[in-house]
């Protein structure tokens, strides 16, 4: 297993106004959201917000702390909110 994160700073909304494409794209796109058997992370100074994902392929995942939480635990001071994006797909006959 393998545990990825990235840190990004706050911008000041005039600076960001001022930003063009590819610029907005290093800031506040995310890309590498779901990789097999890995929990991917960014750790957002908006709020000291945390997106991510993980995606199982053959063996369990573990939710990990990262050095910017100062915290042994991840969820210690700290709340979560899940999302399950897996599908399964459904027959029906006749």
């Not at 908006?46 to 635990?73: C, F, H, N, T, W």
């Not at 969820?75 to 979560?80: A, F, Q, S, V």
Request: hydrophobic share 35%; aromatic share 12%.
């Amino acid at each position: 297993m393998k545990t990825n994160y990235e840190l990004r700073y706050a911008a000041h909304p005039e600076d960001a106004k001022n930003y063009d494409t590819k610029r907005l794209r290093r800031d506040f796109l995310i890309e590498k959201v779901f990789s097999p058997n890995e929990v991917n992370m960014v750790y957002s100074m908006y709020d000291r917000m945390i997106v991510g994902g993980a995606m199982p392929v053959g063996e369990s995942l573990q939710l990990e702390a990262i050095d910017p939480l100062k915290q042994p635990i991840f969820l210690r001071n700290r709340e979560i909110g899940m999302f399950n994006v897996g599908w399964t797909w459904y027959c029906k006959s006749g």
